[in-house]
C-alpha cells in the first residue's frame, strides 16, 4: 500500500500538471469574456474592489490582527495537520457561503459589501492553514508566501505560471521583496484578481438570484483557495526532503 506521503505526492503532481499546461480554448474564451466584461462595470465597483485588494495586501503583510486561534504541537504527522487542514476548509467554506448568500439577497450594495467582507475571510483561512504546517505567520517572509498563494490561486494562466516559479524552493532563495508594502505590485495583482472572480461576482448583483449566486460562488473561491493552499505548502515539505530536484519547473 502507498503510504500518506506518497498518496498526496502524487496528487501534487497531478496538480501541478494541471497548473502548468498551456491554456487551452475555454482559457482563452473565458479571458476574452473577462476583458469585455470589464467594459461593462460601473467605475464605483472597479474602485472598490481596487481598493479592497489593495488593503488585502498591506493586511496580509503587516495585519497584526490575522493571527490564528491555535498551534498544533509540533511533532504532529503530516497527515494528522493535513486532517486538520481540511477541517478548517470546510468551516470557512460554510462561513463563506452563508455571507454571500446574506449579501446577495440584500441587492447592490450589499453584494458590494461582499468583496472586502470575503477577502477577510480568505486571509484568516490561509493564516490558519500557514499555522497548522508550522509556519510561523509573524514572520514577514512568510506573509509573502500567503499572498503568493493569494496570486496562485487567483491568477490567469500565465500569471499562475509565473507565480509558480516564484514559489519554488521558497525556503532556500533570499527573501523577494523589501519590507516596504508599497514595492508589491499590487495594482497588477488587484487587476488579476478582480478579472479572476468578475465573471462569476458579478452575477451576485442579478436581482432575483443574488443570494444563491453569492453562497455558491463564495463556497467555491474558497474551496479554491483553501486546495491551493494546501497544494503550496505540501510542495514546501517535499522540498525540504529533496523528492521535487527532478521535478521541472
Known amino acids: 500500500m502507498m503510504t500518506y506521503e506518497e498518496k498526496i505526492g502524487a496528487e501534487w503532481m497531478e496538480w501541478q500538471h494541471k497548473l502548468l499546461r498551456r491554456p487551452g480554448l475555454y ?60 477541517h478548517k476548509i470546510e468551516s470557512y467554506r460554510k462561513t463563506g457561503a452563508a455571507e454571500g448568500g446574506i449579501t446577495g439577497a440584500g441587492g447592490f450594495l450589499m453584494s458590494l459589501a461582499d468583496f472586502p467582507i470575503l477577502i477577510g475571510i480568505k486571509i484568516k483561512l490561509v493564516f490558519e492553514i500557514a499555522s497548522v504546517y508550522g509556519y510561523d505567520v509573524k514572520d514577514f517572509k512568510e506573509r509573502l508566501f500567503i499572498l503568493h498563494i493569494f496570486q496562485l490561486a487567483f491568477s490567469s494562466k500565465q500569471g499562475s505560471h509565473q507565480v509558480f516559479s516564484r514559489m519554488r524552493n521558497w525556503d532556500t532563495q533570499p527573501m523577494l521583496l523589501s519590507t516596504d508594502a508599497d514595492h508589491f505590485d499590487w495594482q497588477r495583482f488587484q487587476q488579476e484578481y478582480r478579472d479572476y472572480i468578475d465573471l462569476a461576482k458579478m452575477a451576485q448583483l442579478i436581482p432575483g438570484v443574488g443570494a444563491a449566486v453569492g453562497a455558491v460562488v463564495n463556497y467555491r473561491l474558497l474551496s479554491k483557495l483553501g486546495r491551493t493552499a494546501m497544494m503550496a505548502y505540501r510542495m514546501r515539505h517535499f522540498e525540504k526532503r529533496g523528492l521535487l530536484e527532478n521535478v521541472p519547473r
Open 27 to 86: 482559457d482563452q474564451v473565458t479571458r476574452k469574456v473577462q476583458e469585455k466584461l470589464n467594459g461593462y462595470i460601473p467605475e464605483k465597483v472597479h474602485k472598490g474592489i481596487t481598493a479592497a485588494v489593495k488593503s488585502m495586501v498591506q493586511l496580509v503583510l503587516f495585519g497584526s490582527r490575522y493571527t490564528t486561534s491555535s498551534n498544533p504541537p509540533a511533532d504532529l504527522s503530516l497527515m494528522h495537520r493535513e486532517a486538520l487542514v481540511r
